[in-house]
């Protein structure tokens, strides 16, 4: 997992190629490290990103929950098609911007 900010506010937080029960800790201590202050949108990168089970899912509500209020946007972005299936089927695109 890869956490970087290309401009100011935005930041960009890449996947491995599992998101799953086991990056729950590393997953929450990476995107505590962003800097609310000045926070305008959060990329969620799933380029690399081959399997996700429920709990990713819960750990996207929390990440939504903790730094997603206000004028902050979170992008889904490089999901695959199965990913991307699993996201719509759980309504995210309600929640997040999906690409």
Known sequence: MELSTA???VYTLTLD???????VGTFR?????IDPKGL??????FRNTRYMDSSAL???LNLHN??????????????????SKILKIS???TKFTIN
Not at 17 to 23: C, P
């Open 17 to 23: 190629e599992k998101f799953d029960f086991n990056h």
């Open 7 to 9: 401009q100011s506010g």
């Open 58 to 60: 819960g750990m996207l």
């Open 66 to 83: 903790t730094l997603g209020g206000g004028s902050v946007r979170i992008e889904l972005s490089g999901a695959n098609e199965k990913i």
């Open 91 to 93: 309504r995210f695109d």
């Open 29 to 33: 201590t990476t995107y505590e490290k």
């Open 40 to 45: 305008s949108k959060i990329i969620i990168n």
